[in-house]
């Protein structure tokens, strides 16, 4: 099953198979990885990168996606390609004899998941060939909110949702003021819950416990009283519904935080 995600940024390792310069690594920034992975195996004339021009084939194996931006998957691309350069990696190892570069870019990759700003966003680790599967190492497992995946994915284009449809006066249940723009709003994807508030206004709610942060990871519904996760209602306000489901299928079997208080 191939799951479509609208407004997608991702962050992608590449994994060489050409006898040649079999088990090189490339990690790349993308919008659309079925796209992008043509053009990497099509040339560097035909859009591909450089360093992967004439060395082919490729194959995209390992793809992080559900960044808020594509400023915050460029950085992350950065900081992934330049460990060493990175404040945030300053404690991560330079690879050693023994570790492939695969093994070495996934050790990586383990310790960006752990620390700020990206152990807090709302990101799917996904394997896109499962024949390359490397499982995290103790103690560098990413936060229980990001969940691991298996299988392709596609970028879908994201429909205006609010165009020609007027919407009737919503009032934010937590302020109580007016909703008027539709970038402010967010909604509850749990069936008959009526919640709708200013993103901004349930983001302190969500942060009440933590007022040293600037993003929720989770908290509770003002409205159905359910726990929800902040990525979660981002996915549902921008329409990625597929996304969604899979990621709550993930998690559905234990609620997250009961590991916490083991």
Known sequence: MVVEVENFFGVYMLYCTNPKFKGRIYIGFTVNPERRIGQHNAGRHRGGAKRTSGRGPWEMIFIVHGFPSDIAALRFEWAWQHPHSSR??????????????????WRV???????????RMPLVARWLRQEYRLDFEPGLQPPLHIPVTFGSVRARKQKDQDEGVERPLEKCLLCQAEVQQPADRLSCFHPSCPMIAHLTCLAKQFLKSEPDQLLPVEGECPACHHSVLWGNLIRHKK???????EVTSALSQEHWADELQM
């Open 109 to 119: 990759v383990s310790y960006m998941l752990q620390v700020a700003p990206w152990n």
């Open 239 to 245: 329409g990625c519904y597929g996304d969604l489901e």
């Open 88 to 105: 945030r990696l300053s404690h991560v190892a330079r690879k050693t004899r023994r570790e492939s570069s695969l093994q070495f870019h």
